[in-house]
């Protein structure tokens, strides 16, 4: 096994047993009989639990529904088979020297991932805050703008009743309306007159008699609101994106080795920030974000195995792996054949039954179980892992699957340090960190882009880097 430093652990299971992981890891049959499997180990994750016991606790075979392991210094239970176990959990399995990184994907499917992926020493991530580099607004600007722009024929008038109570958090707005709509049972909901405002748009500090909000309202508002994303992230600035990001990634290849690692970038964000950098930089970057062309269709379809089969291509290049957390404006979905299609940015209610946006829009109940989401998540946790670095770019951890997975990665990695780049990076550490983990968070208290503070914020992530050349030099 190149690169891996193991200690093995034989598990020798009954023939029908082999027989069944050898078919879920898609395995062929050795010649001479059955071949013997292992549990791996790898040591560049420290033990959080007492060392593996060579006992039938740890290593075991069912003979009613599958083999199990269990690598109890690593990440717990591993199964095969229909039992009630958490699907999160994953080990590392060799045949014949061969790793593979396996855990239970949607529908219960026995899929990997890809190490030259999730080997990367070191993984950015970025949130609202880097696309406000580059003219984008936040969430509050975003409500704010829609204020002013939106007309009350196409809810405006509840829209402003909803920043009363809720100000400009978009997330809550949205979730609001979500949470009304998806009670078949209610055709209106009766209003606190403490929250009305005035028919005509006027800012009064009166209350005036209550008000019903119809669901005709409502998901008039949320189509409007949604239609107002698309067009508002669809387009962006490439000379702004080449200023706020190029002197970063400059930075990040210095210490990155461009011709053994590519650079995992996860982003909640749905603009299309990374894919206008690359396409200004011509050859510099090669990007890869999960989209296989299809000669015969003439078009891009998201396809995992883009991700799970990609490799290392050109000299020189800078390799950038991009997911997508929370959708793209650029991918549709057809309802009918299931694929996610690149297509131009825009939201049609007419086609909403076949044609739907890929995107999470902002809500409490953000769902991710569902592809591409499902799979950038996973990747997400196996890169934070084995990184030994999380460089965070305006981002408030707001989605709690993309935090309990940094939380649970935190746990069975010591070595990875976070540095977070926002103006509320001590705030964050505080509220977020504190509590769980104090040390390994670098807080970077600037506005990422911002030409100014561009030399400091790059000073400390460079000695971030640094301090992560050292420890690994003197570890090797």
């Given amino acids: 096994m190149a690169g891996f430093d193991t200690e093995l652990i034989p598990a020798r299971p009954k023939a029908h047993s082999v027989a069944l992981l050898r078919s879920l890891l898609g395995v062929p049959r050795a010649r001479g009989g059955n071949r013997c499997f292992w549990l791996a180990r790898d040591p560049t994750r420290p033990a959080k639990a007492a060392p593996v016991r060579r006992d039938s606790e740890h290593t075991r075979v ?79 600007q975003f409500v704010a703008r829609l204020r002013n722009s939106i007309s009350m024929d196409r809810g405006g008038h509840l829209l402003r009743l909803l920043m009363t109570a809720r100000g400009d958090d978009l997330e809550n707005i949205l979730g609001d309306l979500e949470v009304f709509l998806s009670l078949p049972y209610l055709a209106g909901v009766q209003c606190d007159s403490t929250y009305a405002t005035a028919n005509d748009g006027n800012d009064e500090t009166t209350p005036i008699t209550p008000i019903t909000i119809t669901r005709a309202e409502a998901a008039r508002l949320r189509s409007t609101i949604r239609h ?15 200023a ?35 396409a200004a930089m011509g050859s510099k970057y090669n990007l890869e974000d999960g989209l296989e062309l299809d000669p015969l269709a003439k078009t891009a379809y998201w396809n995992r195995k883009q991700f799970d089969h990609y490799r290392l291509t050109g000299y020189g290049d ?31 209610l007419l086609d909403y039954d076949e044609f739907q946006n890929v995107i999470i829009y902002p809500a409490g109940n953000k769902a991710a179980d569902r592809e591409p989401y499902f799979s950038a998540f996973e990747y997400f946790s196996s890169c934070c892992e084995r990184a030994k670095m999380l460089i965070v770019v305006g981002y408030c951890f707001r989605d709690y699957d993309a935090l309990n997975r940094l939380l649970g990665a935190r746990e069975r990695n010591d070595e990875l340090k976070i540095v977070l780049v926002s103006p509320d990076a001590y705030g964050l550490s505080i509220d977020i960190f504190h509590a769980h983990d104090w040390y390994g968070v670098d807080s970077v208290a600037v506005y990422f882009g911002n030409s100014s503070q561009q030399p400091e914020y790059l000073e400390r992530i460079e000695g971030a880097l640094k301090r992560m050349e050292s420890v690994a030099a003197e570890a090797g």
């Avoid at 107002?228 to 080449?242: H, K, N, P, T």
């Avoid at 991009?322 to 299609?341: M, T, Y």
Wanted: one cysteine or more; glycine letters at 10%.
């Fill in 62 to 140: 069912d003979t009613v529904g599958g083999v199990h392991g269990r690598n109890n210094a690593l990440l717990g239970w591993w199964h095969f088979g229909t039992h009630d176990v958490p699907t999160s959990n994953r080990v590392m399995i060799t045949s014949d020297g061969s790793v593979i990184q396996q855990y239970l994907g949607v529908g219960g499917n026995l899929v990997a991932f890809n190490e030259l992926i999730t080997a990367s020493p070191v993984v950015l991530f970025l949130g609202a805050g880097a696309s406000a580099a580059v003219g984008k607004p936040t969430m509050a």
């Fill in 228 to 242: 107002e994303i698309i067009r508002e992230y669809r387009s962006i600035d490439r000379d702004a994106i080449v």
């Fill in 244 to 278: 706020a990001f190029e002197p970063l990634l400059d930075l990040v290849f210095r210490y990155v080795d461009g011709a053994r690692y590519c650079l995992p970038i996860f982003t909640t964000n749905y603009d299309l920030a990374i894919e206008t950098l690359c």
């Fill in 318 to 348: 800078r390799h950038l792996v991009q997911f997508k957390l929370h959708g793209s404006v650029d991918w549709i979905r057809s309802e009918k054949s299931g694929r996610i299609v690149r297509a131009p940015a825009m939201y049609d």
